[in-house]
């Protein structure tokens, strides 16, 4: 019989809580808009992208109405179409592959490392092979920064170097995470990034932004996401997107960019503390040497057929959970048609299977953490 009381259920990702750090912060920086009234593309869009460039060091911020439209924007800038091939992992968010076939052309699915969960090196030229073999020109890869770590950026400059592919960093989840001494944002020849609310760093609706040194790459992201113009917005000289940050996300964003850098670190301390009470009894995390990783969430691995049992529980002890991802893209009924690289993707699939995350957030208090230990604790033992 259950003797524990029945507490509350607790939140996956505590949105309010940070609401309530920020307090009259962010309404006074969204008062200032609203009384200036330039609600697109005004001051505060300038200002944020100069502090987001900053933070993370690239030379260009360029900011646009969500992370999907971020790497719209970033292949549609080198012309990649119909006939030409962009390696990506099969275990990550659709919009990873959802892009490339909105620009034309085709999604080769790499299979992803057992232990990060990123885009595994040894499969991108079984992929490159792969895209040539159907006919296609490999011309970019999209590495992931999955769950808020980085993946392995140097492994993936080298693969891509032999077939100059171009890299577009998704740092959707894992923008503010480090590697090897600098921050996303200055990986590949560009990055984009989310700021989805449930992001590390996220907005009050949709957002995103590219990061990029090349000044030609961020005159012509401030073109394409302003339907293409030229000299000034009635001199139209390529097709573009309508896809601006709100000048009030903006706002939002610049006071929520403030106290990241403590987010972080709080975030660093609950995922060391869950790894010291869960890496007994569970797959946790594994973060390598010289990465910092932004916890965009906190994902274990269990043993394949448990999960249900698993969700079930801690669900009756008020602990919620989600499963990313559930089913890899090249299961997708919509992705299913694109090649999978040579080599395959068994890692992708066994994921898919085990992963489940647990809650994560930069306000999730020690007493609630003990909770979600405890669940899980019980759990596994009574499975
Ligand atoms: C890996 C990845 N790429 C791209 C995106 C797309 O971002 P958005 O939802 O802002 O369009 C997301 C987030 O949802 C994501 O997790």
Redesign the pocket.
């Known amino acids: 019989m259950n003797l524990r009381p029945h507490l509350p259920t607790i939140p996956f990702i505590d949105v309010a809580a940070q609401r309530r750090r920020l307090g009259p912060s962010i309404d006074a920086a969204m008062a200032r808009v609203l009384n200036h009234c330039q609600f697109i593309l005004g001051p505060e869009v300038r200002t944020f992208e100069a502090e987001l460039a900053a933070f993370c060091g690239a030379r260009h911020a360029v900011t646009c ?7 719209v924007l970033v292949l549609r800038a080198i012309g990649i179409g119909p006939g030409d091939a962009v390696i990506c992992p099969s275990f ?5 592959a ?2 490339v076939a909105l620009v034309g052309a085709t999604p080769v699915f790499v299979d992803v490392d057992a232990a990060t969960f990123n885009i595994d090196v040894k499969g991108i030229s079984g992929a490159i092979a792969t895209a040539k073999g159907l006919g296609l020109t490999p011309k970019a890869i999209i590495p ?3 769950f808020g770590l980085a993946a392995d950026h140097d492994g993936v400059a080298a693969a891509a170097k032999a077939e100059n592919l171009f890299i577009l960093d ?5 923008f503010g995470a480090a590697y090897k001494g600098r921050k996303l944002g200055t990986y590949g020849q560009a990055t ?5 609310p ?2 590390p760093l996220g907005c009050f609706g ?3 932004a590219v990061l990029t040194d090349d000044p030609a790459m961020a005159d012509m992201l401030r073109s394409l996401r302003m339907h293409g113009h030229g000299a000034d917005k009635y001199d139209n000289i390529r097709i573009g997107l309508a896809s601006r940050l709100d000048t009030m996300q903006a706002a939002i964003l610049s006071e929520k960019l403030k106290i990241f850098p403590d987010e972080i670190e709080a975030r660093n301390r609950i995922a060391r503390r869950y790894a010291e009470s869960l890496g007994d009894v569970v797959t946790v995390p594994t973060v390598p040497a010289g990465s910092i990783s932004v916890w ?1 969430q906190y994902t274990i691995r269990l043993p394949a057929g448990h999960r249900e049992a698993f969700v079930a529980a801690l669900k009756a002890d008020g602990i919620p959970t989600a499963v ?1 991802y559930p089913i890899p893209l090249h299961r997708q009924q919509a992705y299913r048609h694109y090649p999978v690289g040579q080599g395959g993707v068994a890692v992708s699939e066994q994921l898919a299977a085990e992963v489940i995350s647990l809650p994560m957030h930069a306000y999730l208090d020690e007493g609630t953490q003990d909770r979600v230990v405890g669940a899980v604790r019980r759990a596994l033992k009574d499975a």
């Open positions: 109405a969500s992370g999907t439209d971020a790497l990550t968010f659709c919009a990873t959802e892009v992931v920064d999955l998704d740092a959707a989840q894992g984009a990034t989310s700021f989805f449930a992001k949709d957002g995103g965009a990313y």
